[in-house]
């Protein structure tokens, strides 16, 4: 049996609340223990992090790859553990890497690499989050509106047979999706997104009780809240059982506009960096503008990490650091429905845990 780990920091955030004077015991895999550090016996050897936070480990839904492997360019085991290093860095221990609107080749192409992956023993990937093709061209935004089209029940069941346990997420535009279609998508058990949207309130509210539970990327890529439209980002803030993600960056969203959702939706809006990777083939050329991307001048994703994320929040978005750490890492764990074991350091809770100093930069992961 492998030996028991024990951690101690100045402080531990848990999730929940803050503690000091506390060691965590882990067995590598799962927390076993959070105790007094006066509870510990002389023989119980500590690893002692000084001037350090241990938080839960952030997870990063939204993401396409990673050191110029974008995943739908080179879809391949490769692609995935960069892509999982990178994510490690800032301080993910899971990600959900993403394909935006694609060719069904390259889909399936996916779909088979993280199979391989995981067959490899790769570490850190929750599955596949496919972005399009089923959204609406008027909100494309970078996406290829050649390839966006209606889903069609046969495409789509091939699609979810192949995608079995591994397709995660979709993200659609609820308007362009029939209701039976919605139902498919769910009998798959898969988390579905609205986004690339000009829904309607009153569509996107329809959606919402079809069965859409989550929104993605708020306030881009869809129907704006006007005052007399109130559309896709006013029945999100409106319906109290639906989560958005949100980009932080500066960029996508103003960060007035992120804590205006914030203050609105309180424990429903969660982080995604939304991160890309220069490439020159492919679909999606993406490249570097200052801190962010664009293809063909259009801004097509951000050069976020989970880290810088957590920084942006805390001092440009003025979110409280417990909250923002919740963002980046219990509310994601919860949209993925894994919140009884990510996203909190206790008892029988998975043992990834970041160390963030105390500037908030990641020191190092923990297990």
Not at 326 to 353: F, Q, W
């Amino acid at each position: 049996m492998p030996e028991d780990k024990i951690y101690t920091a100045d402080k531990i955030f848990t999730g929940q609340e803050w503690l000091k004077d506390h060691a965590i015991i882990t067995d590598g895999t799962i927390i076993k223990k959070i105790v007094p550090v006066t509870a510990l016996s002389p023989s119980q050897e500590s690893i002692q992090l000084d001037k350090s936070i241990i938080a839960p480990a952030f997870i990063d839904l939204q993401i396409y790859g990673a050191y110029n492997s974008l995943l739908a360019v080179f879809p391949e085991p490769a692609s995935l553990k960069k892509l999982n290093d990178y994510c490690t860095k800032g301080g993910a221990a899971l990600c959900l890497p993403t394909v935006a609107t694609n060719t069904y080749e390259v889909f399936y192409q996916c779909i088979d690499a993280v199979k391989e992956y995981w067959n490899n023993k790769g570490t850190g990937i929750l599955g596949l989050h496919l972005e399009g093709p089923w959204i609406n061209p008027v909100k494309r935004g970078a996406h290829i509106e050649s390839l966006i089209h209606s889903p069609k029940a046969e495409q789509v069941k091939q699609l979810l047979e192949c995608g079995k346990e591994v397709i995660k997420m979709i993200t659609l535009a609820p308007e362009t999706c029939s209701p039976d279609i919605i139902e498919l998508i769910l009998s798959y058990d898969i988390i579905i997104s609205a986004g690339h949207s000009n829904a309607s309130y009153a569509e996107a509210k329809a959606g919402f009780a079809n069965g859409i539970t989550t929104v993605t990327h708020l306030y881009n890529a869809m129907s704006p809240l006007q005052h007399r439209a109130t559309g896709l980002v006013g029945a999100t803030m409106d319906d109290d059982k639906v989560t958005a993600s949100i980009i932080p960056d500066g960029h996508h969203v103003d960060y007035t506009a992120l804590r205006i959702a914030k203050q609105v939706m309180k424990e429903r809006l969660f982080v995604i960096t939304d991160a890309v990777t220069t490439t020159g083939k492919g679909y999606y050329k993406h490249q570097p503008a200052g801190d962010k991307y664009e293809a063909d001048g259009i801004l097509s994703g951000s050069a976020l990490t989970m880290e810088k994320a957590l920084h942006n929040l805390v001092h440009f978005a003025g979110i409280d650091l417990e909250e923002a750490l919740r963002m980046c890492s219990l509310y994601p764990a919860r949209v993925m429905r894994k919140d009884h074991v990510y996203g909190r350091i206790t008892e029988g809770y998975d043992s990834n845990m970041v160390v963030l100093d105390e500037k908030l930069n990641v020191k190092k992961m923990l297990t």
